[in-house]
């Protein structure tokens, strides 16, 4: 029996993002912050995300981007496009650049992740895992056979507050055991950062970042 039948194996990570450019990543930031500051803030998100990946058990970790890597970016991660369209296509374009075995996509909007938060996906024996967003979203996917997320992503409507539930009824209704992560809350307001912030471990860039701008506005 192979591995990935025994569901133990090491998932395939994959991060999909966008590169941090000012005016063109986290513009609900703005106000009360300004187009550079945003894009600092998602920078520093971004990279805790792909540091706690790093620090993640994994067979192969994959940066899906929109844009051009920066010196944001560590070594370890495999860098592909995101393809055309809109994000249920992007997510489910994403996993075909998996090969077989487990994988999970996450996105770059909860740096408060860690590596516990994902100690079990691939290994637990589910067919898929969800991480809803506490915005009714999700921040988190995987497959155990990622061939089967383009017919349960494509359609989805994305960035809405049924997202998450039409995503997670779509995998049941294919049939697979699913197991839910824990809800996390996506950076996309102010407020939210500064909830994020109060959550991330020590040690975290956005926190640092997020702190930095509030000693400046003093």
């Known amino acids: 029996m192979s591995a990935s039948r025994t569901g133990r194996e090491a998932a395939t990570l994959l991060v999909i993002a966008k590169e941090p450019v000012p005016g063109r990543v986290k513009t609900r930031l703005t106000p009360p912050y300004t187009p550079e500051e945003a ?19 994994a067979r192969r970790r994959l940066l899906v981007l929109r844009g051009t890597p920066g010196p944001w970016l560590p070594p370890g991660f495999d860098v592909v496009p995101q393809a055309p369209g809109g994000l249920d296509e992007q997510i489910a374009a ?16 909860t740096p408060q992740l860690t590596p516990e938060l994902l100690s079990g996906v691939g290994r637990d024996g589910h067919d898929a895992w969800f991480g809803p ?48 992560l824990p809800v996390l809350r996506d950076v996309d307001t102010a407020a939210d950062a500064a909830r994020v912030a109060a959550c991330c471990p020590p040690g975290s860039r956005f926190a640092a970042a997020l702190a930095s701008l509030a000693e400046v506005a003093r």
């Open 133 to 180: 967003a506490a915005d009714g979203g999700f921040w988190a996917l995987g497959f155990a056979d990622p061939a089967r997320a383009g017919s349960v992503v494509r359609g989805v409507p994305m960035s809405t507050d049924r997202t998450g539930a039409i995503q997670r009824s779509r995998l049941t209704e294919a049939g697979l055991t699913a197991a839910d």
């Open 39 to 57: 894009a600092m803030l998602a920078e520093a998100a971004l990279t805790d995300t792909l540091h706690t990946l790093l620090r993640t058990p």
């Open 94 to 109: 994403a996993f075909a650049h998996c090969e077989d075995g487990p994988a999970l996509l996450v996105g770059m909007d």
